[in-house]
T-cell receptor, first 110, second 112 residues
Framework: GQNIDQPTEMTATEGAIVQINCTYQ??????LFWYQQHAGEAPTFLSY????GLEEKGRFSSFLSRSKGYSYLLLKELQMKDSASYLC???????????FGKGTRLHILP | DAGITQSPRHKVTETGTPVTLRCHQT?????MYWYRQDPGHGLRLIHY???????DKGEVSDGYSVSRSKTEDFLLTLESATSSQTSVYFC???????????FGPGTRLTVT
């Protein structure tokens, strides 16, 4: 079976940095997605990592280690609008499926 | 934003009735997906399509069927709705492998 794990909830302070981890054990792997989802809305794309290493996009960065089955999303200079759920998803290479973890709900305190 | 719409956006139906949800795209993307999202479970893949008339099952396909007779439309059918199928349903599209996946606005389905 496929297993994708991420913490259920996290809390951080406005202006700080937070790291959301994702570990995966899947029968196939092509890459890893991160999505942001505000309550009552559709998920929106943040990043897609295929190669090992860190990719930076403004305040958000995503890291991947294929050998360790591990990824993280790093959010810097947190803003209140970053309060949302963050979804980790594995792109399965053998059968074109994309499988999601259960998501991490991030609360930002003023 | 990717051109993807879902209809209806909200639906209330009774147990045992058939229901069809529609996903429509204007991007000519190859891949289309149906997910359901429930508290405590996250997004779970129901069915997906990798081309016209080419579909496959996802993690939670029991009780659901799909059809894709043309590139732009992907239909999800609940032959006989049950209360356990009350959920928010999201459609997603993807141009090709190793590309980003974009989501539609979602359909909130309540089965009473």
């Amino acid at each position: 079976g496929q297993n994708i794990d991420q913490p259920t909830e996290m809390t951080a302070t406005e202006g700080a940095i937070v790291q959301i981890n994702c570990t995966y054990q899947t029968s196939g792997f092509n890459g890893l997605f991160w999505y942001q989802q505000h309550a009552g809305e559709a998920p929106t794309f943040l990043s897609y990592n295929v190669l090992d290493g860190l990719e930076e996009k403004g305040r958000f960065s995503s890291f991947l280690s294929r050998s360790k089955g591990y990824s993280y999303l790093l959010l810097k200079e947190l803003q209140m609008k970053d309060s949302a759920s963050y979804l980790c998803a594995v792109d399965m290479n053998r059968d074109d499926k994309i499988i999601f973890g259960k998501g991490t709900r991030l609360h930002i305190l003023p | 934003d990717a051109g993807i719409t879902q209809s209806p956006r909200h639906k209330v139906t009774e147990t045992g009735t058939p229901v069809t949800l529609r996903c429509h795209q204007t991007e000519n993307h190859r891949y289309m997906y149906w997910y359901r999202q429930d508290p405590g479970h996250g997004l779970r893949l129901i069915h997906y399509s990798y081309g016209v008339k080419d579909t496959d099952k996802g993690e939670v396909s029991d009780g659901y069927s799909v059809s894709r007779s043309k590139t732009e439309d992907f239909l999800l059918t609940l032959e006989s709705a049950t209360s356990s199928q009350t959920s928010v349903y999201f459609c997603a599209i993807r141009r090709d492998r190793a590309d980003e996946q974009y989501f539609g606005p979602g359909t909130r389905l309540t089965v009473t």
